[in-house]
């Protein structure tokens, strides 16, 4: 499986702490099925060079070969929707034109629709990160409709179909699976302890609401066609 969405670099933001924490999320990820990592250290105001990115993922993918992990580290980032299309173009997903949108977490901007028709504009495919943990989406699912119909992809976080974030989230996130409105599922992992890099439970969640095949497309080819740059039905 590939997790497109995970907080594994060591020091950078309000995921791993460590470099042994993130070892301990890799053996967690490694020991769920995952063998492609798309490190997503949040992109704010105050920003990472996409260069010193790079660096810090070759880094930890070294101790990784060394130690024998059958896991491979990508980078990418979990870009704030303030940022301007110019920009976000400098942190996209493993050099393509794929790169996870981060809206405020407690509402849809007003404007998104038009801050994702200009991103469109200058080439970017935006990813939705996490919509069913949006108190407006979950209100309102369809104005995430709209955003798809204007070419935005969408990430659920695996947790949600579980219940880890809540009823509210993982009935959000049932139904936007039912409506045919999710294209990837990933961990959104944090840490080794209460947000890690699982993605089989979800899975089974999904699986059971549309089809394991269906279910497995959302951590297999989907994210692998993300990670070359291919369109999801080419
Ligand atoms: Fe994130």
Known sequence: MIDIHCHILPGIDDGSSSLEESL?????????????????????????????????????NEVLTKRNYPLQILVGADVSAMLPPQEIARYTINGSNYFLLEFPHSHLPKQASQMVFNMCMAGLRPIITHPERNPSIIREPELLFSLVDSGCLV?????????????DSRDC??????????????????????????LSEGVSAAAAIIGDQAAQKLVTSNPAAVLSGRSLNG
């Open 173 to 198: 996130a049932g139904y936007l699976l039912k409506m045919g409105q999710v294209h990837f599922l990933a961990s959104d992992a944090h840490s080794a302890t209460h947000r890690r890099p699982v």
């Open 24 to 60: 301990a999320m890799a053996d967690i990820a490694v020991a769920d099925g995952i063998r492609t990592i798309v490190a997503t250290p949040h992109i704010k105001g105050e920003v990472h060079l996409p260069q010193f990115l790079q660096q810090q993922v070759m880094k930890l």
């Open 155 to 167: 990430q659920v976080t695996a947790g949600s179909l579980t219940g880890n974030f809540g009823a």
